[in-house]
Protein backbone atom coordinates (compact mmCIF):
# COMPACT_ATOMS: atom_id res chain seq x y z
CA UNK A 1 0.00 0.00 0.00
CA UNK A 2 3.09 2.38 0.54
CA UNK A 3 4.37 1.62 -2.48
CA UNK A 4 1.29 3.26 -4.14
CA UNK A 5 1.50 6.59 -2.86
CA UNK A 6 2.91 9.16 -4.76
CA UNK A 7 6.69 10.85 -3.70
CA UNK A 8 5.37 13.66 -2.76
CA UNK A 9 2.25 11.54 -0.25
CA UNK A 10 5.54 9.70 1.41
CA UNK A 11 7.42 12.54 1.98
CA UNK A 12 4.31 14.22 3.60
CA UNK A 13 3.85 11.60 6.09
CA UNK A 14 7.71 11.53 6.73
CA UNK A 15 7.82 15.24 7.81
CA UNK A 16 4.33 14.48 9.44
CA UNK A 17 6.40 12.18 11.37
CA UNK A 18 9.59 14.17 11.99
CA UNK A 19 7.71 17.18 13.59
CA UNK A 20 5.89 14.32 15.88
CA UNK A 21 9.30 13.59 17.12
CA UNK A 22 10.48 17.24 17.28
CA UNK A 23 7.21 18.20 19.58
CA UNK A 24 8.14 15.11 21.65
CA UNK A 25 11.89 16.62 21.93
CA UNK A 26 11.07 20.24 22.75
CA UNK A 27 8.28 18.80 25.40
CA UNK A 28 11.02 16.32 27.21
CA UNK A 29 13.38 19.65 26.91
CA UNK A 30 11.34 22.03 28.52
CA UNK A 31 9.56 19.73 31.03
CA UNK A 32 11.22 20.28 34.48
CA UNK A 33 10.47 23.98 34.43
CA UNK A 34 9.23 25.26 30.91
CA UNK A 35 11.39 27.01 28.38
CA UNK A 36 14.53 28.59 29.17
CA UNK A 37 14.44 32.01 30.27
CA UNK A 38 17.64 34.44 29.12
CA UNK A 39 18.08 38.25 30.39
CA UNK A 40 16.58 39.39 26.64
CA UNK A 41 13.77 36.73 27.31
CA UNK A 42 13.12 38.62 30.83
CA UNK A 43 12.45 42.03 29.14
CA UNK A 44 10.47 40.54 26.51
CA UNK A 45 8.29 39.38 28.69
CA UNK A 46 7.92 41.62 31.44
CA UNK A 47 7.40 44.47 28.48
CA UNK A 48 4.51 42.17 27.60
CA UNK A 49 3.54 42.12 30.90
CA UNK A 50 3.92 46.04 31.11
CA UNK A 51 1.36 46.22 27.48
CA UNK A 52 -1.07 43.90 29.65
CA UNK A 53 -1.31 46.31 32.49
CA UNK A 54 -1.53 49.33 30.55
CA UNK A 55 1.83 50.48 31.00
CA UNK A 56 3.08 50.81 27.74
CA UNK A 57 6.12 49.25 25.93
CA UNK A 58 8.78 49.41 29.04
CA UNK A 59 10.38 46.88 30.99
CA UNK A 60 10.41 44.76 34.29
CA UNK A 61 12.28 48.40 35.47
CA UNK A 62 10.74 50.72 33.67
CA UNK A 63 13.21 51.30 31.22
CA UNK A 64 11.80 51.94 27.64
CA UNK A 65 11.55 48.98 25.52
CA UNK A 66 13.89 49.95 21.90
CA UNK A 67 16.71 47.68 21.42
CA UNK A 68 13.95 44.92 19.93
CA UNK A 69 11.16 46.04 17.49
CA UNK A 70 7.61 45.43 19.24
CA UNK A 71 6.45 42.55 17.42
CA UNK A 72 7.11 39.89 20.19
CA UNK A 73 5.61 41.54 23.07
CA UNK A 74 2.52 42.46 21.38
CA UNK A 75 2.68 38.83 20.35
CA UNK A 76 2.96 37.41 23.72
CA UNK A 77 0.87 40.02 25.51
CA UNK A 78 -2.21 39.34 22.47
CA UNK A 79 -1.83 35.61 23.16
CA UNK A 80 -1.54 36.05 26.77
CA UNK A 81 -5.16 37.83 26.57
CA UNK A 82 -6.90 35.70 24.48
CA UNK A 83 -5.58 32.35 25.72
CA UNK A 84 -5.43 33.69 29.89
CA UNK A 85 -1.76 32.26 29.85
CA UNK A 86 0.50 34.06 31.24
CA UNK A 87 2.95 35.56 28.96
CA UNK A 88 5.96 32.86 29.91
CA UNK A 89 3.57 30.51 28.89
CA UNK A 90 2.67 32.01 25.76
CA UNK A 91 5.60 32.44 24.92
CA UNK A 92 6.89 28.57 26.20
CA UNK A 93 3.91 27.07 24.13
CA UNK A 94 4.42 29.03 20.36
CA UNK A 95 7.75 28.18 21.06
CA UNK A 96 6.51 24.63 21.03
CA UNK A 97 3.84 24.74 18.48
CA UNK A 98 6.83 27.02 15.94
CA UNK A 99 9.31 23.95 16.52
CA UNK A 100 6.82 21.49 14.74
CA UNK A 101 5.76 24.00 11.56
CA UNK A 102 9.36 25.15 11.28
CA UNK A 103 10.43 21.77 10.36
CA UNK A 104 7.59 21.02 8.39
CA UNK A 105 8.30 24.20 6.05
CA UNK A 106 12.11 23.52 6.36
CA UNK A 107 10.77 20.10 4.91
CA UNK A 108 9.33 21.35 2.36
CA UNK A 109 11.64 23.92 1.01
CA UNK A 110 14.36 21.28 0.79
CA UNK A 111 11.97 19.06 -1.01
CA UNK A 112 11.17 21.74 -3.50
CA UNK A 113 15.16 22.16 -4.08
CA UNK A 114 15.85 18.67 -4.30
CA UNK A 115 12.94 17.22 -6.25
CA UNK A 116 14.98 15.17 -8.61
CA UNK A 117 17.37 14.04 -5.74
CA UNK A 118 14.92 13.54 -2.57
CA UNK A 119 17.37 11.79 -0.94
CA UNK A 120 19.05 15.39 0.00
CA UNK A 121 15.68 16.43 1.17
CA UNK A 122 14.79 13.44 3.45
CA UNK A 123 18.59 13.73 4.98
CA UNK A 124 18.33 17.48 5.60
CA UNK A 125 15.17 17.68 7.56
CA UNK A 126 16.27 14.77 9.41
CA UNK A 127 19.46 16.50 10.09
CA UNK A 128 17.37 19.92 11.33
CA UNK A 129 15.54 17.08 13.69
CA UNK A 130 18.87 16.18 15.19
CA UNK A 131 19.97 19.04 15.71
CA UNK A 132 20.84 20.34 19.11
CA UNK A 133 21.26 24.24 18.43
CA UNK A 134 17.66 24.18 16.29
CA UNK A 135 16.29 22.71 19.14
CA UNK A 136 17.96 24.98 22.03
CA UNK A 137 16.49 28.31 20.46
CA UNK A 138 12.87 26.96 20.60
CA UNK A 139 13.23 25.60 24.05
CA UNK A 140 14.14 29.20 25.21
CA UNK A 141 11.98 31.84 25.13
CA UNK A 142 13.83 33.61 21.87
CA UNK A 143 12.27 35.76 19.27
CA UNK A 144 13.99 33.75 16.56
CA UNK A 145 11.69 31.06 16.19
CA UNK A 146 9.03 33.05 14.58
CA UNK A 147 11.39 34.95 12.60
CA UNK A 148 12.65 31.84 11.23
CA UNK A 149 9.00 30.64 10.30
CA UNK A 150 8.50 34.27 8.44
CA UNK A 151 11.48 33.54 6.84
CA UNK A 152 10.88 30.60 5.41
CA UNK A 153 7.05 31.58 4.28
CA UNK A 154 8.95 34.98 2.52
CA UNK A 155 11.39 32.29 0.67
CA UNK A 156 8.01 29.87 -0.36
CA UNK A 157 6.59 33.19 -1.81
CA UNK A 158 8.97 34.62 -3.61
CA UNK A 159 9.48 31.28 -5.60
CA UNK A 160 5.63 31.43 -6.47
CA UNK A 161 6.62 34.70 -7.65
CA UNK A 162 9.58 33.66 -9.97
CA UNK A 163 7.29 31.47 -11.28
CA UNK A 164 4.63 33.19 -12.41
CA UNK A 165 4.17 36.86 -10.90
CA UNK A 166 1.26 36.00 -9.18
CA UNK A 167 0.15 39.40 -6.87
CA UNK A 168 -0.82 37.53 -4.00
CA UNK A 169 2.60 35.89 -3.80
CA UNK A 170 3.80 39.23 -4.20
CA UNK A 171 2.31 41.04 -1.35
CA UNK A 172 2.50 37.71 0.71
CA UNK A 173 6.44 38.43 -0.23
CA UNK A 174 6.49 41.54 1.42
CA UNK A 175 4.26 41.12 4.28
CA UNK A 176 6.29 38.48 5.40
CA UNK A 177 9.49 40.34 5.40
CA UNK A 178 7.57 43.55 7.14
CA UNK A 179 6.48 41.17 9.90
CA UNK A 180 10.11 39.54 10.41
CA UNK A 181 11.80 43.34 10.59
CA UNK A 182 9.26 44.26 13.50
CA UNK A 183 9.88 40.71 14.88
CA UNK A 184 14.16 41.79 14.36
CA UNK A 185 15.43 44.52 12.88
CA UNK A 186 17.92 42.68 10.10
CA UNK A 187 14.17 41.02 8.43
CA UNK A 188 15.09 44.48 6.73
CA UNK A 189 17.32 42.38 4.75
CA UNK A 190 14.13 40.15 3.25
CA UNK A 191 12.27 43.67 2.40
CA UNK A 192 16.18 44.57 0.18
CA UNK A 193 15.80 40.80 -1.17
CA UNK A 194 12.23 41.29 -2.11
CA UNK A 195 12.76 43.90 -3.97
CA UNK A 196 15.93 41.93 -5.86
CA UNK A 197 13.23 39.30 -6.75
CA UNK A 198 10.78 41.85 -8.46
CA UNK A 199 13.85 43.23 -10.21
CA UNK A 200 14.93 39.83 -11.74
CA UNK A 201 11.48 38.96 -12.45
CA UNK A 202 10.24 42.57 -14.13
CA UNK A 203 13.75 44.14 -14.42
CA UNK A 204 13.22 48.34 -13.41
CA UNK A 205 10.19 49.15 -15.83
CA UNK A 206 8.13 46.46 -13.75
CA UNK A 207 9.47 47.95 -10.28
CA UNK A 208 6.48 50.16 -9.68
CA UNK A 209 4.54 46.71 -8.72
CA UNK A 210 6.30 46.19 -5.89
CA UNK A 211 6.42 50.26 -4.70
CA UNK A 212 2.78 49.84 -2.51
CA UNK A 213 4.03 46.34 -1.21
CA UNK A 214 7.58 47.78 -0.28
CA UNK A 215 6.11 50.82 1.52
CA UNK A 216 3.18 48.79 3.69
CA UNK A 217 6.52 46.44 4.55
CA UNK A 218 8.43 49.33 5.84
CA UNK A 219 6.10 51.62 7.04
CA UNK A 220 5.97 50.19 11.09
CA UNK A 221 9.14 49.54 11.66
CA UNK A 222 9.46 53.31 10.60
CA UNK A 223 6.97 54.56 12.40
CA UNK A 224 8.78 52.56 15.41
CA UNK A 225 12.02 53.44 15.11
CA UNK A 226 10.68 57.48 14.37
CA UNK A 227 7.94 57.92 16.63
CA UNK A 228 8.73 55.79 19.49
CA UNK A 229 12.87 54.83 19.82
CA UNK A 230 13.76 57.90 18.74
CA UNK A 231 11.58 60.09 20.52
CA UNK A 232 12.70 57.77 23.97
CA UNK A 233 16.27 57.58 23.04
CA UNK A 234 17.71 59.81 20.60
CA UNK A 235 18.15 56.74 18.34
CA UNK A 236 16.28 54.77 15.73
CA UNK A 237 17.67 51.69 16.85
CA UNK A 238 18.58 52.10 20.28
CA UNK A 239 21.87 52.50 21.83
CA UNK A 240 24.26 50.20 20.30
CA UNK A 241 28.36 50.86 21.70
CA UNK A 242 29.84 49.93 17.64
CA UNK A 243 33.06 49.51 19.84
CA UNK A 244 32.27 46.04 21.37
CA UNK A 245 31.57 44.72 18.03
CA UNK A 246 34.24 43.32 16.45
CA UNK A 247 33.46 42.39 12.63
CA UNK A 248 36.51 40.07 11.81
CA UNK A 249 36.56 38.04 14.98
CA UNK A 250 32.63 37.87 14.64
CA UNK A 251 32.63 36.60 11.19
CA UNK A 252 35.46 33.90 12.54
CA UNK A 253 33.30 33.06 15.49
CA UNK A 254 30.04 32.55 13.94
CA UNK A 255 32.21 30.09 10.80
CA UNK A 256 33.49 27.97 13.61
CA UNK A 257 30.25 27.85 15.17
CA UNK A 258 28.49 26.83 11.91
CA UNK A 259 31.10 24.22 11.13
CA UNK A 260 30.52 22.83 14.97
CA UNK A 261 26.80 21.76 13.71
CA UNK A 262 28.45 19.58 11.58
CA UNK A 263 32.39 18.12 13.14
CA UNK A 264 32.13 17.36 16.54
CA UNK A 265 34.15 18.83 19.37
CA UNK A 266 37.60 16.72 19.62
CA UNK A 267 40.68 17.60 20.81
CA UNK A 268 42.60 16.91 17.37
CA UNK A 269 40.27 18.39 15.54
CA UNK A 270 40.11 21.95 17.43
CA UNK A 271 42.98 23.31 15.32
CA UNK A 272 40.54 23.62 12.39
CA UNK A 273 37.33 24.06 14.31
CA UNK A 274 38.89 27.11 15.94
CA UNK A 275 40.80 28.02 13.19
CA UNK A 276 37.98 27.82 10.79
CA UNK A 277 39.64 30.32 7.65
CA UNK A 278 42.07 26.59 7.08
CA UNK A 279 38.57 24.64 6.49
CA UNK A 280 37.22 27.64 3.96
CA UNK A 281 40.25 28.06 1.97
CA UNK A 282 41.65 23.59 1.90
CA UNK A 283 38.06 22.74 0.68
CA UNK A 284 37.51 25.64 -1.91
CA UNK A 285 41.33 24.98 -3.29
CA UNK A 286 40.62 20.97 -3.55
CA UNK A 287 37.42 21.94 -5.57
CA UNK A 288 38.69 24.20 -7.61
CA UNK A 289 40.98 21.59 -8.06
CA UNK A 290 39.04 18.67 -9.18
CA UNK A 291 36.17 20.32 -10.80
CA UNK A 292 36.20 21.74 -14.81
CA UNK A 293 34.44 24.57 -16.20
CA UNK A 294 30.97 22.27 -16.76
CA UNK A 295 30.79 21.20 -13.35
CA UNK A 296 31.35 24.91 -11.80
CA UNK A 297 28.02 26.04 -14.86
CA UNK A 298 26.15 22.83 -13.41
CA UNK A 299 26.93 24.28 -9.83
CA UNK A 300 25.75 27.99 -10.70
CA UNK A 301 22.76 26.53 -12.55
CA UNK A 302 22.00 24.60 -9.65
CA UNK A 303 22.11 27.75 -7.49
CA UNK A 304 19.17 29.28 -9.65
CA UNK A 305 16.57 27.24 -8.50
CA UNK A 306 13.93 29.85 -6.92
CA UNK A 307 14.00 27.86 -4.18
CA UNK A 308 17.75 28.88 -3.71
CA UNK A 309 18.97 31.95 -4.58
CA UNK A 310 16.56 34.58 -2.80
CA UNK A 311 17.59 32.24 0.37
CA UNK A 312 21.14 32.64 -0.32
CA UNK A 313 21.41 35.95 -0.80
CA UNK A 314 19.22 36.79 2.70
CA UNK A 315 21.61 34.57 4.32
CA UNK A 316 24.87 35.51 3.15
CA UNK A 317 23.70 39.37 3.73
CA UNK A 318 22.19 38.76 6.83
CA UNK A 319 25.53 36.59 8.11
CA UNK A 320 27.58 39.69 6.98
CA UNK A 321 25.10 42.10 8.88
CA UNK A 322 25.83 40.03 12.05
CA UNK A 323 28.95 40.54 12.54
CA UNK A 324 28.43 44.39 13.12
CA UNK A 325 25.65 44.21 14.98
CA UNK A 326 26.41 41.28 17.72
CA UNK A 327 28.43 42.04 20.75
CA UNK A 328 31.57 40.31 20.43
CA UNK A 329 32.25 39.94 24.36
CA UNK A 330 28.65 37.91 24.85
CA UNK A 331 28.86 35.37 22.27
CA UNK A 332 32.62 33.98 22.47
CA UNK A 333 30.73 31.30 24.02
CA UNK A 334 30.16 28.43 20.86
CA UNK A 335 27.11 27.33 22.25
CA UNK A 336 25.76 31.12 21.91
CA UNK A 337 24.55 30.30 17.95
CA UNK A 338 21.29 31.15 18.16
CA UNK A 339 21.39 34.35 15.36
CA UNK A 340 22.72 31.70 13.12
CA UNK A 341 20.67 28.99 13.60
CA UNK A 342 17.64 30.27 11.38
CA UNK A 343 19.50 29.74 7.92
CA UNK A 344 20.42 26.07 8.66
CA UNK A 345 18.04 25.43 6.21
CA UNK A 346 19.82 27.69 3.75
CA UNK A 347 23.19 25.91 4.75
CA UNK A 348 21.94 22.61 4.26
CA UNK A 349 21.01 22.91 0.39
CA UNK A 350 24.42 25.15 -0.15
CA UNK A 351 25.80 22.00 1.17
CA UNK A 352 24.10 19.11 -0.78
CA UNK A 353 24.28 21.28 -3.94
CA UNK A 354 27.97 21.88 -4.03
CA UNK A 355 27.54 18.14 -2.93
CA UNK A 356 25.82 16.96 -5.91
CA UNK A 357 27.41 19.14 -8.28
CA UNK A 358 30.97 19.41 -7.42
CA UNK A 359 31.96 16.13 -5.45
CA UNK A 360 29.63 13.53 -6.03
CA UNK A 361 30.30 12.95 -10.12
CA UNK A 362 34.17 12.77 -9.20
CA UNK A 363 33.09 9.35 -6.71
CA UNK A 364 32.76 6.29 -8.29
CA UNK A 365 29.46 4.82 -7.14
CA UNK A 366 29.46 1.48 -8.73
CA UNK A 367 32.15 0.62 -6.75
CA UNK A 368 30.28 -1.40 -4.19
CA UNK A 369 33.08 -0.88 -1.82
CA UNK A 370 32.96 3.21 -2.00
CA UNK A 371 29.15 3.35 -1.96
CA UNK A 372 28.87 1.46 0.70
CA UNK A 373 31.77 3.32 2.79
CA UNK A 374 30.10 6.38 2.01
CA UNK A 375 26.90 4.82 3.38
CA UNK A 376 29.13 4.05 6.57
CA UNK A 377 30.35 7.54 6.96
CA UNK A 378 27.16 9.19 6.92
CA UNK A 379 25.71 6.54 9.65
CA UNK A 380 28.69 7.29 11.49
CA UNK A 381 28.41 11.17 11.20
CA UNK A 382 24.78 10.87 12.52
CA UNK A 383 26.43 9.22 15.75
CA UNK A 384 27.51 13.25 16.60
CA UNK A 385 23.88 14.85 16.50
CA UNK A 386 22.31 11.66 17.90
CA UNK A 387 24.80 11.73 20.64
CA UNK A 388 24.70 15.23 21.47
CA UNK A 389 21.15 15.73 20.88
CA UNK A 390 20.31 13.00 23.84
CA UNK A 391 23.09 14.93 26.16
CA UNK A 392 21.26 17.79 25.82
CA UNK A 393 17.76 16.53 26.85
CA UNK A 394 18.88 14.25 29.51
CA UNK A 395 20.62 17.29 30.78
CA UNK A 396 17.41 19.01 30.76
CA UNK A 397 15.35 16.77 32.61
CA UNK A 398 17.86 17.55 35.60
CA UNK A 399 18.24 20.71 35.78
CA UNK A 400 15.38 22.35 33.33
CA UNK A 401 16.73 23.19 29.96
CA UNK A 402 20.28 23.13 30.18
CA UNK A 403 22.20 25.80 27.92
CA UNK A 404 24.02 29.44 29.11
CA UNK A 405 20.92 31.00 27.17
CA UNK A 406 18.82 29.98 29.91
CA UNK A 407 19.67 32.52 33.11
CA UNK A 408 16.66 32.24 35.06
CA UNK A 409 14.82 29.03 34.62
CA UNK A 410 17.17 26.53 35.74
CA UNK A 411 17.99 24.64 38.79
CA UNK A 412 21.07 26.70 39.18
CA UNK A 413 18.86 29.28 40.26
CA UNK A 414 15.73 27.60 41.23
CA UNK A 415 16.88 25.15 43.89
CA UNK A 416 19.47 27.79 45.18
CA UNK A 417 18.76 27.93 49.08
CA UNK A 418 18.52 32.05 49.10
CA UNK A 419 15.81 31.93 46.36
CA UNK A 420 13.84 29.27 48.15
CA UNK A 421 14.24 31.79 51.68
CA UNK A 422 13.48 34.72 49.56
CA UNK A 423 10.27 33.11 47.96
CA UNK A 424 8.71 32.47 51.58
CA UNK A 425 9.45 35.90 52.61
CA UNK A 426 7.64 37.68 49.79
CA UNK A 427 4.86 35.39 49.59
CA UNK A 428 3.93 36.81 53.26
CA UNK A 429 4.17 40.64 51.35
CA UNK A 430 3.02 39.74 47.83
CA UNK A 431 3.66 43.61 46.85
CA UNK A 432 6.93 43.96 48.40
CA UNK A 433 9.66 45.64 45.93
CA UNK A 434 12.47 43.41 45.15
CA UNK A 435 16.31 45.34 45.02
CA UNK A 436 18.54 42.83 43.64
CA UNK A 437 22.20 42.38 41.75
CA UNK A 438 20.38 39.72 39.12
CA UNK A 439 16.98 42.12 37.86
CA UNK A 440 16.30 39.47 35.56
CA UNK A 441 16.58 36.21 37.69
CA UNK A 442 14.44 37.86 40.40
CA UNK A 443 11.82 39.38 38.21
CA UNK A 444 11.34 36.04 36.63
CA UNK A 445 11.01 33.90 39.44
CA UNK A 446 9.33 36.37 42.07
CA UNK A 447 6.98 38.62 39.48
CA UNK A 448 7.66 41.08 41.96
CA UNK A 449 8.04 44.59 41.36
CA UNK A 450 11.90 44.81 41.23
CA UNK A 451 14.36 48.26 41.07
CA UNK A 452 18.79 47.81 40.73
CA UNK A 453 20.86 48.61 43.45
CA UNK A 454 22.63 51.93 42.94
CA UNK A 455 25.90 52.06 40.93
CA UNK A 456 29.58 52.51 41.28
CA UNK A 457 32.71 53.02 40.12
CA UNK A 458 34.67 49.46 40.71
CA UNK A 459 37.65 50.94 40.51
CA UNK A 460 38.02 53.67 42.86
CA UNK A 461 39.18 53.08 46.56
CA UNK A 462 36.38 51.62 49.37
CA UNK A 463 36.92 55.29 50.53
CA UNK A 464 36.46 57.11 47.36
CA UNK A 465 33.09 54.35 46.32
CA UNK A 466 31.21 55.34 49.77
CA UNK A 467 31.83 59.22 49.37
CA UNK A 468 30.34 58.56 46.29
CA UNK A 469 27.42 56.96 47.55
CA UNK A 470 26.54 59.07 49.78
CA UNK A 471 26.99 62.11 47.06
CA UNK A 472 25.23 60.58 43.97
CA UNK A 473 22.00 58.62 46.40
CA UNK A 474 21.28 60.69 49.17
CA UNK A 475 17.76 59.80 49.46
CA UNK A 476 17.92 56.20 48.48
CA UNK A 477 15.85 53.44 48.91
CA UNK A 478 12.79 55.86 48.01
CA UNK A 479 10.86 53.09 49.18
CA UNK A 480 11.17 50.14 51.35
CA UNK A 481 11.28 46.70 50.11
CA UNK A 482 14.03 43.66 49.91
CA UNK A 483 17.30 43.44 48.83
CA UNK A 484 17.91 39.47 47.31
CA UNK A 485 21.65 39.49 46.45
CA UNK A 486 23.51 36.79 45.24
CA UNK A 487 26.77 35.57 45.75
CA UNK A 488 29.46 35.30 43.98
CA UNK A 489 28.37 38.67 42.21
CA UNK A 490 29.46 39.28 38.40
CA UNK A 491 28.46 42.79 38.62
CA UNK A 492 31.18 44.75 40.43
CA UNK A 493 29.65 48.15 39.15
CA UNK A 494 26.69 47.64 41.68
CA UNK A 495 27.11 48.35 45.28
CA UNK A 496 27.42 45.41 47.32
CA UNK A 497 25.14 45.61 50.52
CA UNK A 498 27.71 46.31 52.98
CA UNK A 499 28.29 49.30 51.34
CA UNK A 500 24.40 50.13 51.38
CA UNK A 501 24.66 50.00 55.15
CA UNK A 502 25.99 53.69 55.26
CA UNK A 503 23.28 55.15 53.15
CA UNK A 504 20.11 52.99 54.45
CA UNK A 505 18.56 50.70 57.19
CA UNK A 506 19.49 46.82 56.28
CA UNK A 507 18.00 44.44 58.49
CA UNK A 508 19.60 40.70 57.51
CA UNK A 509 17.13 38.19 57.47
CA UNK A 510 18.69 35.56 55.63
CA UNK A 511 22.30 34.69 54.80
CA UNK A 512 24.45 31.38 52.95
CA UNK A 513 26.65 30.79 50.86
CA UNK A 514 24.66 31.36 47.68
CA UNK A 515 23.25 35.12 48.74
CA UNK A 516 21.90 37.40 51.37
CA UNK A 517 18.39 38.72 52.00
CA UNK A 518 17.92 42.47 54.04
CA UNK A 519 15.19 44.32 54.60
CA UNK A 520 16.19 47.67 53.40
CA UNK A 521 14.51 51.24 54.57
CA UNK A 522 15.34 54.44 54.19
CA UNK A 523 17.41 56.23 56.71
CA UNK A 524 15.02 58.99 58.77
Known sequence: ??????????????????????????????????????????????????LLAGKGFVDMIGAPFILWPPLYPLLLAGLSLITKWNTFQAAW??????????????????YYIFEEKQVYAVAGVFVMLLSRSTLRIYANVASEPLFATLMLLFFFAAARFL??????????????????????????????????????????RGIWRAVLPILVSVLPVGIWAVFHNYQVSGTLFGPRDLGAMLPLENISLSLTKIFWWFIPRISF??????????????????????????DWLKWMSALKNEYVWPALIFSVIYYFLLAFTVVTADHLDLTSDRYYVVILPVVLALFFITFDKLILDHINLRNRTISYGLVFVAILWFVYPIYSLQVYIRQSLV??????????????????????????????????????????????IFRHPVQTLPYEDASLSRDQ???ALKINYPDWPKLDGYIIWFTPNQYHHIVAPDELSTIANLKLLYKDKTGEIYYVQAIK
Do not use: C, H
Open 163 to 204: RDGSGSALWLMFLMAGLATLQRYLGVVLIGVGALVVLFKYSW
Open 399 to 444: QGESTNYNIANSAQFREMSVVKAAQLILDKDPSALVYTNYINIVWF
Open 1 to 50: MFNNLSRETKFRIYLFLLAGIGLVFILLTTSKYGAGVSSDAARNLSTADS
Open 93 to 110: YLNVVLFAVNIWLSGWLL
Open 465 to 467: RLA
Open 269 to 294: LDPLLLNPWIIVITFSFLLILINKKI
